[in-house]
């Protein structure tokens, strides 16, 4: 990345002009808005797929990460014309809107646009938007594996492991990958015929566990219920709601990222710190291992949710 503290680059004949390249978003390391742009730019080809036609959902930090954030949804009045797009229904917005104007990021020079934005996180929802716009139903299935303290990223990787037990008794494939904070997150590729049925199968699955190991799982949204335990969100499958993205950096004291984790590690993980990785790591893994998420994207793993998870019917 260039020195200078601003230049106009071409991106895949995208004129963009990037701005305040030196100035530090990671303080404990000196990690750059430079650096930030410059892993989005290297990282968009395992990036880009899983973001691909999701309206995109940016929490910025202008200053960086030990300063005030804030999320944006409409990008209406600054994206650049070349930026597609589209018009999603928000009612209930804080902001009193009934709709937003959504990026899609589908291409490198966007991906690199809301990176200059100093947007560290990206944040998706489990669904995706038709060629003309339209809400589509969810596609991804989503557990997001939160530990109360004392408990750890640990704790949650031995939940995941019997999420996965859970779901394959049903035909379906898990894919897990980390927060890049805390904890894990496990999702599964499904085709359904309501948006409301990836939240009612993922609660059944959460109310399963937590009723299964009562210290060890909780599935209930009391912060006061998770000392020491791990909660299973199923929530996040609500079609309001988004999750960070595959490969999205996320606002630490050091840039970590939300990596995507064979299974084999996450039965090895024994420490928190074997599970965390950082924009660096995650460009060498990336070079090494390609995209661990790739069975996410087509149809290969895809399988029909069923009205209720067949463990449901059994004790342990």
């Known amino acids: 990345m260039p020195g200078s503290n601003t230049v106009t680059v071409q991106v895949e004949g995208q004129r963009l002009r990037l701005s305040n390249l030196e100035k530090v978003l990671y303080p404990e390391i000196g990690f750059t808005k430079g650096a930030v742009i410059d ?3 290297r990282v968009a080809p395992v990036l880009l797929p899983h973001v691909a036609d999701r309206p ?9 990460v030990e300063a005030d954030s804030f999320f944006e949804k409409d990008v209406s009045r600054h994206a650049p014309s070349w930026v597609r797009t589209v018009r999603v229904p928000t009612p209930g917005s804080a902001k009193g809107a009934e709709a937003a104007d959504f990026a899609l990021v589908n291409d490198v020079p966007t991906l690199v646009w809301v990176a200059n934005l100093a947007s560290l996180e990206l944040h998706v929802p489990q669904w995706t938007v038709g060629p003309r716009g339209g809400v589509r ?3 991804l299935l989503v557990f997001d594996l939160d530990p109360g303290a004392p408990a750890t990223v640990v704790e949650c990787c031995r939940v995941a492991e019997r999420l996965r037990e859970v779901v394959a008794a049903d035909g379906l494939a898990a894919f897990p990958k980390t927060s890049g904070s805390k904890g894990l997150q496990v999702y599964v590729p499904v085709s359904v015929p309501a948006a409301e049925r990836t939240s009612d199968y993922a609660r059944v699955v959460a109310e399963l566990l937590a009723r299964q190991t009562p210290k060890q799982v909780v599935a209930t949204m009391s912060k006061q219920a998770r000392h020491g335990k791990v909660f299973v969100d199923w929530s996040q499958n609500n079609p ?3 999750t960070v993205a595959p490969y999205s950096l996320r606002a630490r ?3 970590t990222v939300s990596t995507p984790v064979a299974w084999e590690e996450v039965e ?6 074997d599970v965390v990785f950082t924009a660096g790591q995650v460009l060498e ?3 090494r291992d390609g995209d661990l998420f790739e069975g996410l994207l087509g149809d ?5 949710l069923p009205d209720q998870p067949a463990a449901a019917g059994t004790r342990r």
């Open 39 to 41: 892993y989005y730019a």
């Open 56 to 64: 995109l959902t940016l929490r910025r930090y202008p200053e960086g």
């Open 137 to 139: 139903d969810p596609d």
């Open 240 to 242: 309001k709601k988004t």
């Open 253 to 255: 004291s050091r840039p």
């Open 268 to 273: 090895a993980c024994a420490r928190a710190e």
């Open 285 to 287: 893994r990336v070079e």
């Open 300 to 304: 290969e793993h895809r399988r029909a």
